[in-house]
């Protein structure tokens, strides 16, 4: 059985030229790119022209992006980095209740230290925009964090507004992005966001796991957070994982038209949803203009982990929401404002450039079967 794999919010498969990228660096530029002879001069020509890669596609200088492990350790970076240029005087916080929870459980860290933490609700759909942003950004605030894309819904934040705002208000605030779900999907780009600080990771756009990158503008200087011998410009000491970063650069280059792929998204979450519209007690979570490679929705009456379990046995591979919540219920729809019982049917079904409207058929197929089936059960 062919599997339909619908879960690229959490991870995508590994393109043949990120893979064969991570192959080359451990069979042949193996070197560490701190040493000085000619294996580790190769390693370190790798490494420089991987971070020219993610910063051409982020139309940023190369000096100002940093690798990390990932999105989670960018945001921490983001967040504790900020907290700690800001110790004596403290200040306030603002990040949005839909954040991901590598930003909100550091932003409760700063909490219980003595930063005011302020958090946001969205409206209704999940969006975070001005009206929600006004009157929480004050002249004491010094970080205000909020996603490009929320991982679970696909709502697009106004990041644009959050930054017009604390110009506006005169704030010391640096603007962070967390801009994970984004990059590869939509145009990112950190000076037309106005954002101090990005981040973004390699296996959301179908390069290996463990490596990812921030943005840190020109001028802004956070304090190293992980010491030892200065890699990095001393950001985050330790010999740098070439052979990851060797394949985050290559998904980069391989990235397609973005609004070609966005169109054609598009066109895959529009037939989803005229087919959801047709099975009875389904609603939609995602906001209309929500990024097409999410879609989230509820099947009323059963349980996200029964109807995934079902979905599985057909080959077909969805989640319950964000990856990182390990069976916890959704704090992104909490703060919507949806039912738990909405809540806790909520399923989410998420595209990457290469799904095809057969996998769709497919999963609106075994989601008719599945959901009468066990409807019928619970009679």
């Known amino acids: 059985m062919e599997i339909v794999y619908l879960d690229n919010s959490s991870t995508t498969a590994v393109i043949p030229e990120a893979a064969e990228a991570v192959m080359r660096c451990m069979t ?4 560490n790119p701190s040493s000085l002879h000619d294996v580790g001069m190769k390693a370190f020509v790798t490494l ?3 971070r020219e890669t993610v910063a051409s596609a982020l139309k940023v200088s190369p000096e100002e992006v940093f690798f990390t492990s990932g999105g989670t350790e960018g945001n921490n970076i983001a967040v504790f980095g900020t907290a ?23 932003a409760q860290k700063l909490s219980d230290s ?39 819904t696909g709502a697009v934040q106004d990041v644009a507004a959050a930054a017009a705002l604390i110009k506006e208000k005169g704030a010391p605030a640096l603007l962070h992005c967390d801009a994970v779900q984004a990059f590869g999907k939509l145009p990112v780009e950190p000076r037309k966001l106005g954002v101090d600080l990005l981040t973004v990771s390699a296996h959301k756009l179908h390069g290996p796991k463990g490596v990812g990158a921030i943005y840190i503008r020109k001028g802004v200087n956070l304090p190293a957070r992980i ?26 280059k391989a990235l397609p038209d973005t609004a070609q792929t966005l169109s054609r998204i598009g066109s895959l979450n529009a037939r989803l949803r005229e087919g959801l519209s047709q099975i009875a007690g389904v609603s939609v979570n995602s906001p209309d203009d929500a990024l097409p490679y999410v879609l989230n929705f509820s099947v009323a009456g059963i349980r996200s982990e029964v109807l995934l379990r079902a979905l599985s046995a057909d080959g077909i591979y969805v989640s319950a929401g964000s990856a990182c ?28 450039r290469f799904s095809v409207e057969g996998e769709v058929d ?9 959901s009468a089936s066990l409807k019928r059960g619970r009679r």
Do not use: W
């Not at 919507?336 to 989410?348: F, H, K, M, N, W």
């Open 48 to 50: 420089k022209e991987a």
């Open 28 to 31: 042949e530029e193996y070197g």
């Open 114 to 152: 003595g930063f005011e933490v302020v958090t946001v609700r969205p409206d209704s759909t999940g969006r975070i925009g001005r009206e929600q942003l006004e009157g929480y950004i004050t002249p004491d605030t010094v970080l205000v964090s909020l996603m490009l894309v929320n991982n679970e």
């Open 325 to 352: 919540s390990k069976g916890k219920r959704s704090h992104v729809l909490l703060a919507q404002g949806l039912s738990p019982e909405r809540i806790d049917s909520a399923v989410r079904v998420s595209f990457s």
């Open 84 to 106: 700690e240029k800001n110790r004596r005087k403290k200040g306030r916080v603002v990040v949005s209740a839909v954040e991901h929870p590598c930003v909100l459980g550091p």
């Open 362 to 370: 497919r999963l609106l197929e075994s989601l008719k079967r599945a």
């Open 227 to 252: 010491f030892g011998g200065g890699q990095e410009k001393g950001m985050r000491s330790g010999t740098e994982p070439t052979e990851l970063i060797a394949g985050f650069a290559a998904a980069v």
